[in-house]
């Protein structure tokens, strides 16, 4: 995680005062390369490419991974360690674009298009994609759009990993007051989608995976959600993304779908030191032997 950190900043020339230089062990096994592609609506955008180091041109699994709501692409990149190196495959990281917002999205259908087109961008970057292993893993709003590009492109991916994700984006508008800096989200929603959800609700219907059930069962698409019973940004999981996977087994009895459910804070589990690496293996992304043992956590102590 660290030698990623120092890759990151080394290779996108960050200024001094941003720059969060720490020690790095020689020789990472994952590479990054700062690349950029032209979003849906005509601005250039970076994008953190992740593949093994020595990397000899032979075809290779590709991990589409959009980033949360209000953090950057180069934060959703240092999630994923040393994973790309260990497992052979290749992570790309778009900072995103949205209707009106940058780093604000919530699953605009241009940034669905966009995400849809990584496989292409990371190509001509010199990763030999295989075409047959094209994955998305994201999380909070970047969990909301691999969903959302699961519904729209299912002939595109193999599986899909959404953890903690947004799925119902009027209910995220109506929540984000309990949040703090509520009020601001709510403004940054309004410009983005357009306006209310009760002004305009079919803009937000059409970012929220919980309208694209069907699609997203009939899609064939493995996949794995992970949700919280103590997210304390989306409070109301069980009404969100344990509502989808009830709704995509009543839906299609026959549907890939793994529900994991736990006690963790929001997103906390989409990290190589956590459940990333095994949802991985699920997929063969990574060998079980290399799988490490969750962390356990001390129990506590209940007053004398």
Same mark, same amino acid.
């Given at each position: ?38 979003? %849906? ?122 953890? &903690? ?9 109506? &929540? ?75 839906? %299609?009895? &026959? ?50």
């Amino acid at each position: 995680m660290k030698a990623l950190l120092v890759a990151l900043l080394a290779l996108a020339a960050v200024p001094a005062a941003h720059a969060r230089l720490v020690p790095a062990p020689p020789n990472p096994l994952t590479r990054v390369r700062l690349i950029r592609y032209r979003a %849906h609506d005509g601005v250039l955008r970076p994008a953190w490419l992740l593949f093994p180091a020595g990397y000899d041109g032979r075809p290779i699994p590709l991990v589409i991974s959009p980033h949360g709501r209000g953090v950057g692409a180069d934060d959703n990149a240092l999630l994923w360690g040393d994973l790309p190196g260990e497992g052979g495959f290749a992570v790309i990281n778009p900072a995103g674009e949205g209707r009106r917002l940058h780093w604000f999205s919530w699953g605009a259908p241009g940034q669905i298009a966009d995400l849809a087109r990584m496989p292409a961008i990371a190509a001509a970057h010199g990763v030999n994609v295989d075409r047959r292993r094209i994955y998305a893993f994201g999380g909070s709003m970047g969990g909301q759009e691999t969903l959302l590009l699961v519904a729209r492109h299912p002939h595109l991916l193999a599986g899909a990993a959404a953890f &903690d994700p947004a799925t119902d984006m009027a209910r995220r508008y109506r &929540d984000f007051a309990r949040l703090r800096h509520g009020r601001e989200l709510q403004r940054l929603a309004r410009v983005e989608v357009g306006g209310t959800p009760r002004q305009v609700p079919q803009a937000y219907a059409a970012r929220s995976p919980d309208h694209f059930t069907r699609q997203i069962a009939d899609s064939g698409v493995p996949l794995q959600l992970y949700w919280s019973a103590r997210d304390r940004v989306i409070a109301d999981q069980r009404a969100e993304t344990a509502a989808l996977a009830s709704s995509l087994v009543r839906d %299609h009895v &026959d549907a890939r779908l793994w529900d994991f459910h736990g006690q963790w804070s929001h997103t906390a589990e989409m990290r190589a030191t956590r459940r990333l690496p095994r949802a991985l293996a699920r997929f063969g992304l990574l060998p079980w032997r290399d799988v490490p043992p969750l962390p356990v956590r001390p129990a506590r102590r209940r007053p004398i």
